[in-house]
């Protein structure tokens, strides 16, 4: 049995728990990895690339919603547990005070061959004709080069080949439940429950003002974006794939969904960190 551990970086606490969850893991003869990043801060561990993460059997993210997206990316299939050191964490369900505790727990759990993923969580995947992201538990991000006036897209926007909107926007963004809280919310789109299967298709300033719409979470949203000087096509903020329009961006359900370990998300406790 293996356990993964990320680190939010340049964050000694996070370093300390991290320290400490791997000193208890070591007590119960239960091996641990950590990522290079992580490995720099911590004596004696091993620092693997994040990628390597699925391979575990457990993933331990801690810090902020940042860290967990990061730390998702490497797990893949793997149970992924997010301790909260951000100020909302809607990923994140453990506090500090409980992470050494929690992962022993869900440790025992794997050792007695329960199952210990609590819920999951739907990721949504851009392609085109010529090249793919990797997944986003949050949301894809359909760009111009820039904000403000003049510097948007022309875009039209269907819905499983459904006319649904178009126009002049700063870009567009297709999220999932989970990803309601974050950028979409930011925009001016819904918050949705982490139950409700959906995807949120939001458009950031558009010129006719559209209102946000929810559709069904095996929905295939489609963008076609006219000419223009340049866009950006960006899976959770982090990885980027640059278009040169004319271009017609796919956003639909990835096939794996993230799976999530530890207590449930206090989701309306969350939200009452966002006022």
């Known amino acids: 049995m293996e356990v993964g551990i990320v680190a939010q970086r340049s964050n000694p606490q996070a370093a300390s728990l991290a320290r400490e969850i791997v000193a208890r893991l070591a007590e119960d003869d239960i091996a641990a990895v950590v990522d290079e990043v992580t490995a720099d801060r911590l004596d004696d ?19 902020g919603d940042g ?15 997010g301790v909260n050191l951000g100020e909302v964490g809607f990923l994140n369900a453990v506090s500090p005070a409980d992470a050494v505790s929690t992962v022993a727990a869900e440790v025992e759990r794997l050792r007695a061959g329960t199952a210990i993923g609590t819920r999951t969580m ?25 904000r403000g006036h003049g510097n ?5 926007v269907t819905v ?7 126009g002049h926007v700063d870009g567009v963004l297709v999220a999932t439940p989970t990803g309601s809280t974050a950028y979409n919310l930011s925009e001016g789109g819904p918050l949705v ?44 903020g982090r990885v980027e794939e640059a ?20 207590p449930a998300l206090d989701f309306y406790g969350g939200l009452g960190k966002l006022d």
């Open 243 to 262: 278009v040169t329009p004319p271009e017609r961006v796919r956003v639909a359900r990835a096939g794996e969904p993230v799976t999530v370990a530890g």
């Open 160 to 166: 499983d080949g459904e006319d649904y909107t178009g």
């Open 67 to 81: 860290t967990f997206l990061y730390a998702a990316r490497g797990a893949g299939t793997t149970p992924i547990m």
């Open 193 to 236: 429950h982490p139950d409700v299967g959906g995807l949120v298709v939001t458009k950031m300033a558009g010129e006719d003002g559209m209102p946000p719409l929810i559709v069904d979470r095996d929905a295939t949203v489609t963008v076609r974006i006219a000419d223009a000087e340049r866009a950006h096509v960006v899976s959770d």
């Open 122 to 146: 739907d990721r949504v995947r851009a392609e085109s004709e010529s090249w793919t992201l990797p997944p986003a538990i949050n949301e894809i991000a359909i760009l111009g080069p820039q």
């Open 152 to 156: 948007g897209i022309d875009v039209t």
């Open 45 to 63: 561990a091993t620092g693997v690339p994040v990628e390597r993460m699925a391979e575990c059997d457990l993933v331990v993210s801690i810090g």
